[in-house]
């Protein structure tokens, strides 16, 4: 069993920063990648930042730039930091690791970005 717990959501203006973390704990062996997504009302999930085990990563057109991944392996932890917030960055955060072939994903949280 894998247990994901993210924070770090609020609410912030725009051109403000935050920063998600989420924790991973449980049944880990060897995490391959971790990522985070999105979700704004009415849309589909997005993919916002991948970082592979080896410390590669990939990041969606609309965030280069203005966001950051990165991992804690000792504490298997993957952040997201977000900086120059735009009121479209508004949407539900999910993290999300893959063990092997198999994804879990975090619980989601709240990021809002007022104009």
């Known amino acids: 069993q894998v247990q994901l717990v993210e924070s770090g959501g609020g609410l912030v203006q725009a051109g403000g920063s935050l920063r998600l973390s989420c924790a991973a704990s449980?049944?880990?062996?060897?995490?391959?990648?971790m990522g985070w997504y999105r979700q704004a009302p009415g849309k589909q999930r997005e993919l916002v930042a991948t970082?592979?085990?080896?410390?590669?990563?990939n990041y969606a057109d609309s965030v280069k730039g203005r966001f950051t991944i990165s991992r804690d392996n000792a504490k298997n932890t993957v952040y997201l930091q977000m900086n120059s917030l735009k009121p479209e960055d508004t949407a539900v955060y999910y993290c999300?690791?893959?063990?092997?072939?198999?994804?879990?994903w975090g619980q989601g949280t709240q990021v809002t970005v007022s104009s």
């Open positions: 999300k690791i893959v063990i092997m072939t198999t994804g879990y």
């Open positions: 449980g049944a880990i062996f060897s995490i391959y990648r």
């Open positions: 970082i592979y085990s080896g410390g590669s990563t």
